[in-house]
């Protein structure tokens, strides 16, 4: 049965067939992964993933979406908001699996759902969304350019993020006003314990907050400038965007040295 899409919710259903082709080859699932789909809708990838995957899931936060979808394709569909859904549980719940994170995402939180990802990058090994084509633009973008951020540097430190194609707004009903695209995200491992990922990513939070001033008149270092360790005091001589997610590390090293002196 269809249903009429909610502006309130941000509903674009992708209806181009050629495109759906497309990003299930991107996404690849496989009888080893362990698929979680974003705001499937009606279904247009649903069908394909869930017979192709290992495990499925949906995530929906329209009741009549996710009641059609059990109806119809006999799925496991959780009617909620995917921002306060718990990924490590599902991680902790299908371990020997590979988890996939796919979906058609509302632009208006396409930032929260990333630094979602982020934040859980432990547990992802792969994510492929469609976004709004300027935010892939942003997020596959590098130093230099006005619209680098926090965000973009976190996520370029943990994933691997390629622009796969552009969709055109023909593909969609309705359609929506802007372009959009498909986002890859192949999650790196990094030697981060769970302690020092959530301060790095604080750590790099705040200081884009003050993205105008050097680190040093941030206020965020006012009791370290003496720090013993050699980069530290070059580093903080810099703009927040002019930093590097290896510099950052440094940064918190230092910090993490102060801490284990008692300083």
Same mark, same amino acid.
């Given at each position: 049965? #269809?249903?009429?899409?909610?502006?309130?919710?941000?509903?674009?259903?992708?209806?181009?067939?050629?495109?759906?082709?497309?990003?299930?080859?991107?996404?690849?699932?496989?009888?080893?992964?362990?698929?979680?789909?974003?705001?499937?809708?009606?279904?247009?990838?649903? #069908?394909?993933?869930?017979?192709?995957?290992?495990?499925?899931?949906?995530?929906?936060?329209?009741?009549?979406?996710? =009641?059609?979808?059990?109806?119809?394709?006999?799925?496991?569909?959780?009617?909620?908001?995917?921002?306060?859904?718990?990924?490590?549980?599902?991680?902790?719940?299908?371990?020997?699996?590979?988890? #996939?994170?796919?979906?058609?995402?509302?632009?208006?939180?396409?930032?929260?759902?990333?630094?979602?990802?982020?934040?859980?990058?432990?547990?992802?090994?792969?994510?492929?969304?469609?976004?709004?084509? =300027?935010?892939?633009?942003?997020?596959?973008?590098?130093?230099?350019?006005?619209?680098?951020?926090?965000?973009? !540097?976190? !996520?370029?430190?943990?994933?691997?993020?390629?622009? =796969?194609?552009?969709?055109?707004?023909?593909?969609?009903?309705?359609?929506?006003?802007?372009?959009?695209?498909?986002?890859?995200?192949?999650?790196?491992?990094?030697?981060?314990?769970?302690?020092?990922?959530?301060?790095?990513?604080?750590?790099?939070?705040?200081?884009?907050?003050?993205?105008?001033?050097?680190?040093?008149?941030?206020?965020?270092?006012?009791?370290?400038?003496?720090?013993?360790?050699?980069?530290?005091?070059?580093?903080?001589?810099?703009?927040?965007?002019?930093?590097?997610?290896?510099?950052?590390?440094?940064?918190?090293?230092? !910090?993490?040295?102060?801490?284990?002196?008692? #300083?």
């Amino acid at each position: 049965m #269809k249903i009429t899409p909610l502006k309130r919710l941000g509903q674009n259903f992708l209806i181009d067939n050629n495109i759906i082709e497309k990003i299930i080859k991107t996404i690849n699932p496989g009888q080893n992964d362990h698929i979680i789909e974003i705001g499937p809708g009606q279904g247009a990838l649903t #069908k394909f993933l869930a017979e192709k995957a290992g495990s499925y899931i949906a995530i929906e936060l329209d009741p009549r979406a996710s =009641e059609n979808l059990r109806k119809e394709l006999n799925i496991e569909v959780l009617n909620q908001d995917f921002l306060k859904f718990d990924i490590e549980s599902e991680f902790t719940n299908n371990g020997d699996k590979t988890i #996939k994170i796919v979906g058609n995402i509302p632009y208006n939180i396409t930032t929260p759902i990333i630094e979602k990802l982020i934040n859980n990058s432990g547990y992802i090994t792969s994510s492929v969304l469609m976004v709004q084509a =300027e935010a892939a633009d942003r997020l596959t973008s590098g130093m230099g350019c006005k619209s680098y951020n926090a965000v973009n !540097l976190l !996520l370029n430190y943990f994933a691997l993020v390629k622009k =796969e194609f552009m969709v055109s707004p023909n593909s969609f009903y309705p359609k929506p006003r802007v372009n959009s695209a498909i986002l890859s995200l192949n999650f790196v491992p990094r030697k981060l314990n769970r302690t020092n990922k959530a301060a790095y990513i604080e750590l790099v939070k705040k200081s884009f907050a003050n993205r105008r001033k050097m680190l040093k008149n941030s206020g965020l270092f006012r009791n370290d400038e003496n720090c013993n360790f050699e980069p530290f005091e070059k580093l903080i001589l810099k703009r927040p965007d002019q930093l590097t997610a290896e510099d950052y590390l440094n940064i918190l090293e230092c !910090l993490n040295r102060k801490v284990d002196n008692g #300083k």
